[in-house]
């Protein structure tokens, strides 16, 4: 493969590959530059501007797939080729990104990726692919390769775009290959919040009604995958994102002279608004760069409740200033939180926890990782890269630990939530039974006054374990008070391997301070989403010739 380009000295873009692939330009307010400007934009002064990414310190290798300003693309033959953007010593050997970007797609979407580099080893560790087929829906040739990527190098997680068919009259199994990789974060899109972004009732489709922030968007791809799976794995505001806007012959341009544009105007010099899980993945990707960053500069370990048992029965000395994939991801999945519904061409529907829509549902930092006042919970147990076999010793498929819940210090979350992940090995292309190759099981449970065990089995099931997916969360979100006692299990139920790793987190009230920081509504757009109620749907039916035309119409102050 031909690197086209190794930047040592630009302060954002550490490589920028075409070769043999791209062209080396964007079109004017293109996708690439937008889903990057989502993660990492910033102005070069450092200040805040109106398109400031997520992450926006983070440095990027950036691969350009896109030819010409008509969408056309070329693909690699091995998403191995994607995956080491950025990340091979030989190319770049003092400053190699943390994020990789690569702008493709095929199909009938386009769609673009970025890896984000990580300051330590100067290697990218996470790459963000706003790209996907709008057609393939297996586990194809593409998501078995990312899979035995990311199986092979622990240390990278690849978030992908779940797809942009939700709106389908068949919106059902419709996320698209690669997202229905096992090892991936395949994302959704959610609504946005912020001023400017009613599209209006003439713009049904390209922009539609603008929920609450509480709303899975209409487009965002549905699950499950054809052999069971649940994607997309979670979601992110993706319905709409302003973000950095190419002008190819006017490099320098940010922050337009006239002001924020509004969705309707659409762009201004240098800012653009787009739609689409492409622009929830980029968004996603900056929030597993301030994961990572959590742990390599210390705040876990700052952090960590006195109570914690680290050892967790595993005799495995645990270092976090390297966070796996597979903890990154644990991470994001074990405090996101539920949406309430999704407008779906027929008003407001209600969402269900785990459903094929969102599955966990958005993203949320402050119920992922402990800010002390910023976060609602703590993060205590934090398992990375821990080994368990099953044909070892009699001990070694089972690992468990205690964790008591401590309110004594202001802490007031009334939950506790716990998530395994695991990078499992790449599946047979086209499986449609069963691709899981490892099958770990998480349970959680605690002794009662009655004297009886209370079970907490993962991923909304009641009484069974989970025997599809490689994410698996129990959350217990009534009846969790202070000083109660539960052990935490993960037991190998199926491996083809002597052994395998695997990364647990788990958040709650764990002696940590109060959110006093974020605990008034009125600065929390989630907990004050009464859009719902602010609008009024009326279905009017019309007879034409012996059929029928439904019309759906919103009115109301936000409509």
């Not at 003092?94 to 990580?118: F, P, R, V």
């Not at 966070?323 to 991801?329: D, E, N, R, Y």
């Amino acid at each position: 493969m031909v690197f086209d380009e190794y930047i040592p000295d630009h302060y954002k873009v550490k490589e920028y590959n075409t070769l043999p692939f791209g062209d080396k330009y964007d079109y004017e307010y293109g996708h690439g530059t937008h889903v990057v400007g989502s993660i990492c934009g910033n102005t070069k002064d450092g200040t805040f501007g109106m398109a400031t990414g997520v992450a926006p310190e983070a440095q990027v290798a950036f691969m350009d797939l896109g030819v010409g300003t008509t969408g056309s693309l070329r693909l690699p033959n091995s998403m191995e080729q994607v995956c080491i953007t950025g990340r091979r010593s030989s190319i770049l050997p003092t400053q190699k990104a943390k994020l990789h970007s690569a702008s493709w797609g095929y199909g009938t979407s386009m769609y673009h990726g970025t890896s984000i580099i990580d300051i330590a080893d100067k290697k990218a560790k996470l790459h963000s692919a706003s790209w996907g087929s709008a057609t393939d829906k297996s586990y194809n040739t593409q998501a078995k390769q990312m899979d035995e990527y990311m199986y092979q190098n622990d240390d990278f997680l690849m978030l992908i775009a779940a797809g942009n068919d939700g709106y389908s009259s068949d919106h059902i199994g419709t996320v698209g290959a690669p997202a229905t990789s096992k090892n991936c974060l395949a994302v959704g899109a959610s609504h946005s919040y912020g001023d400017g972004l009613d599209g209006g009732l003439l713009s049904l489709r390209l922009f539609g009604f603008q929920l609450g922030p509480n709303h899975l968007a209409d487009f965002s791809s549905r699950g499950p995958t054809q052999d069971g799976r649940n994607k997309p794995d979670l979601c992110a505001p993706g319905k709409h994102i302003l973000s950095a806007g190419a002008q190819p012959n006017r490099p320098g341009s940010c922050d337009p002279s006239s002001g924020r544009p509004s969705l309707k105007e659409g762009s201004a010099d240098g800012v653009t608004w787009m739609a689409g899980t492409s622009m929830a993945t980029p968004i996603t990707a900056g929030h597993a760069a301030i994961v990572r960053q959590y742990f390599t500069q210390g705040f876990y370990d700052d952090y960590l409740p006195s109570n914690t048992n680290t050892n967790a029965t595993t005799k495995h000395t645990m270092t976090h200033k390297n966070p796996s994939g597979a903890l990154v991801k644990a991470v994001l999945m074990n405090g996101a939180q539920y949406l309430e519904g999704v407008g779906d061409g027929n008003g407001p529907q209600t969402l269900n926890p785990y459903d094929v829509h969102q599955n966990y549902g958005r993203i949320s930092l402050a119920d992922s990782l402990y800010l002390p006042g910023y976060s609602r919970v703590q993060v205590s147990v934090v398992w990375d890269r821990v080994p368990i076999g099953i044909t070892i010793n009699d001990n070694d498929d089972t690992r468990k630990t205690e964790i008591t819940i401590d309110e004594s210090n202001g802490c007031t979350a009334d939950t506790l939530s716990v998530t395994l992940t695991w990078m499992d090995k790449p599946g047979m292309v086209g499986c449609n039974h069963k691709c899981l190759i490892h099958d770990l099981d998480l349970l959680v449970f605690r002794y009662t006054p009655d004297a009886a065990y209370q079970y907490s089995f993962p991923n909304g099931r009641t009484n069974s374990p989970d025997r599809h997916n490689n994410v698996e969360r129990v959350q217990i979100l009534s009846g969790v008070e202070d000083q109660q006692v539960h052990t935490i299990q993960v037991k190998a139920f199926d491996l083809d391997v002597e052994s395998t790793q695997f990364a647990v987190v788990a958040t709650g009230c764990f002696g940590g301070v109060a959110a006093n920081q974020i605990s008034q509504k009125d600065n929390n757009v989630y907990w004050n989403d009464n859009s719902r109620s602010e609008r009024m749907w009326i279905a009017i039916g019309f007879g034409i010739g012996g059929g029928a035309l439904s019309l759906l119409v919103c009115v109301g102050p936000v409509c």
